[in-house]
């Protein structure tokens, strides 16, 4: 199998999807949002808009917009070219900016940074419960606090004063890295998630997947979601507002793991 890994940096470039035979070219995505629309792979939920209002690489970003009271936000999603399964890996890297008076108040929790995974069979194939970062506590002022669910086991990872603080600052750029080693042992499984140099989250106390045959579907599975921003608004966002997404990565083991680390000597995609 070649560790090819494929760059859409700067270009609408993206291969086809594979047919399947274990002629996988590698799933590595590198998006600067330079061009004029937004890349092909993000062909389960496209929203957004390429903007020149706010950049962290060039003069472009996208655009993201919520409606007053608009819970289902459909923003920036896609399904990788090849299925992954247990014990496979994923890094993600994406910047955001949320200008002063982003109001993150929420019913519950706003759904974030999120993967799906499900049965590996079937027209629901990779697609049946999420595995989440969720914002909670956030208001109008307040930043709130991650927690983290996969939505098979319905059990939270922290418990009220527990959670780890969100890291957020409005109307400054910042990076976020995360990265799930997928499995349905939570022994064996890890979740962590990175604000710029900050490790907030670093944990195998939660199963990634549902069940040991489950996948992240790929671009060949009709139903499955992929790799999400923010896809749901419990409640609907309180005011209509945008914010901006800038330099896309992933990875996975299939594509290479990437190269750089942490501080800790953790692979990730970077700052
Ligand atoms: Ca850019």
Same mark, same amino acid.
């Given at each position: ?33 330079? &061009? ?66 982003? *109001? ?27 595995? &989440? ?68 989250? &670093? ?43 800038? *330099? ?24």
């Amino acid at each position: 199998m070649p560790l090819t890994c494929i760059t859409g940096r700067g270009s609408l470039y993206y291969p086809p999807p594979d047919s399947g035979g274990g002629s996988e070219v590698g799933s590595m995505v590198d998006f600067d949002f330079e &061009d004029d629309e937004l890349p092909s792979f993000f062909n389960t939920y496209a929203g957004g808009v390429i903007s020149t209002e706010q950049a962290y690489s060039g003069t472009r970003s996208v655009k993201c917009t919520a409606a007053e009271d608009e819970a289902n936000l459909d923003w920036l999603a896609g399904k990788p070219l090849h299925r992954l399964t247990q014990g496979d890996e994923i890094w993600v890297r994406f910047r955001t900016f949320f200008p002063t008076g982003y *109001d993150f108040s929420v019913s519950t929790s706003l759904k974030f940074l999120r993967v799906d995974q499900g049965a590996n069979s079937g027209v629901n194939r990779g697609h049946g419960a999420h595995i &989440d970062y969720y914002l909670q506590s956030a208001n109008d002022t307040d930043v709130g606090f991650w927690n983290f669910i996969q939505e098979d086991i319905q059990s939270w990872m922290f418990a009220g004063a527990e959670r780890p603080p969100s890291g957020i600052i409005r109307n400054t750029w910042q990076t976020w890295n995360f990265y799930l080693l997928l499995h349905s042992v939570a022994s064996s499984a890890r979740v962590r998630l990175w604000c710029d140099e900050t490790l907030i989250i &670093d944990s195998n106390t939660r199963a990634t997947l549902g069940a040991a045959t489950n996948e992240v579907g790929s671009i060949a599975d009709g139903n499955c979601q992929g790799v999400m921003f923010m896809t749901y608004w419990n409640g609907g966002s309180p005011q209509a507002q945008s914010c901006y997404l800038d *330099d896309w990565a992933i990875s996975t083991n299939i594509s290479g793991a990437p190269t750089a680390t942490d501080g800790a000597g953790n692979p990730w995609i970077g700052l």
